[in-house]
């Protein structure tokens, strides 16, 4: 008798409960992944954010010595840093891109290469960002490509 009279007290409350505790968060995320057998690292990092209207994201990426590589090793002999963000929504549903990208020879990137975009939210909003990082190893022909690619839908709706 008394489960049949918290049911409704139960029910009231998940229906009370804001539809925005419901909505994907943001999946910013990065990665650093290791290139040429562990001697440089290829950045990556994507920043999702929102505000009560909008949404956005801001790609960056960057090669640089890894970390925890030991002894001396020449720079990279050639790399290209891209960065791409994409969006679209209900109103305009064809994708809007942006894209940075730098390369060089024997360097490294220095500051990373960042884009962003903002859309509006509604039910049809979605958020796409792909950071790529190309890298040719000292004494090798052979280039040596990571990607890291993240998308939101919904924007958090």
Aim: aromatic fraction near 8%; glycine fraction near 8%.
């Amino acid at each position: 008798m008394r489960l049949i009279r918290t049911l409704p007290m139960l029910a009231a409350l998940l229906a009370a409960l804001p539809l925005a505790a419901l909505a994907s968060p943001p999946p910013s995320d990065w990665q650093n992944a290791s290139v040429c057998n562990g001697k440089y690292s290829a950045q990556m990092k994507h920043t999702f954010y929102e505000t009560a209207t909008t949404a956005g994201v801001r790609g960056e990426a960057g090669v640089v010595r890894h970390p925890f590589a030991h002894g001396s090793f020449p720079n990279p002999a050639y790399y290209l840093v891209e960065v791409e963000v994409s969006s679209r929504s209900d109103v305009h549903p064809n994708w809007v891109v942006d894209s940075r990208e730098r390369d060089g020879y024997d360097s490294y990137s220095g500051e990373p290469v960042q884009v962003g975009t903002v859309v509006f939210k509604n039910a049809g909003c979605k958020l796409l960002a792909t950071a790529r990082v190309s890298v040719q190893c000292p004494g090798s022909a052979a280039i040596e490509t990571k990607t890291f690619t993240r998308n939101w839908d919904g924007c958090g709706l």
